[in-house]
């Protein structure tokens, strides 16, 4: 599914080399980017695929966009001079975006880990704390926390299975995935690879190509993880490049550089 047909920045020059965000496209050929069902950014870091992300996701009010805190004014009106178009229906009709759309950022990912983390140890410091002053059993402790009168609950409980079930950090951003990844939405995901191993990243990357083949999601994704470039069906766009040109993932700076990494110390894998 296409709701969001295509971005196109703005053209417009202003005297100050230095304002945000316009500084971060003013030496960039400027052309509409046409969107697949799933549409990757790649770049190395300062190329401005974030901005570009979060641009998209001001223009078209998605949930989690970031509120920039210097020059808002030039960035209105930036944003502003930035061009949408919509997809259509197999009628022809104007698709709207979906009210559900997410933009989540890598910062968002991180924050909810830890998030996570730090409830837990305070879930493990209530309960060490029963066993010690009120001679509780870890069980009984466990079972008072679970108690409906506890303030809180549901959260506690929430940290208390995380503790249990000894998720890692990977295995909690998964988790944060699955829950967060619905049909029938635009998602625009900045550098979902944070925190997974490669392992996941792959299964992050085939869940996306099912999500946006069989159950009408879209989405746009920042990333140069080569296991995220070479296993989504994607169109792909090289922000390293002044053109911004599509691209294939094989011939991208980084997947380059690990396939010469790899290369170099073939031996060693004999």
Known sequence: MIYLSSFKVSEHRVNNPNLYPYNVFRNKEIYPFIFAPITIFYGNNGCGKSTLLNLIAKKIQARGYEEFTVSQLGIEQFVSECIIGYGEDDYGHELMIPKGSLYLKSEDLLYEVKKVEQ??????????????????????????????????????????????????????????????????????????????????????????????????????????????????????????????????????????????FFKKHENEFE
């Open 119 to 260: 409830e837990s140890a305070l879930e493990n410091g209530y309960v060490f704390d029963e066993m010690r002053i009120n001679n509780l059993t870890k069980e009984q402790a466990i079972l008072k926390l679970h108690s409906p009168v506890m303030k809180g609950a549901p959260s506690r409980l929430a940290c208390i299975k995380f503790n249990q079930e000894k998720y890692s950090n990977g295995e909690t951003a998964m988790s944060i995935f699955e829950e967060s990844l619905e049909p029938d939405n635009l998602y625009l995901l900045d550098e979902p690879e944070v925190s997974l191993s490669p392992a996941n990243q792959v299964l992050l990357a085939e869940e996306i190509n099912k999500l946006a083949r069989f159950l009408n999601c879209q989405f746009i994704i920042a990333t140069h993880s080569p296991f995220m470039l070479g296993t989504l069906n994607a169109r792909i766009y090289n922000m390293d490049d002044d053109c911004m040109d599509e691209s294939r993932w094989q011939d991208l700076e980084n997947v380059r550089y690990f396939y010469n």
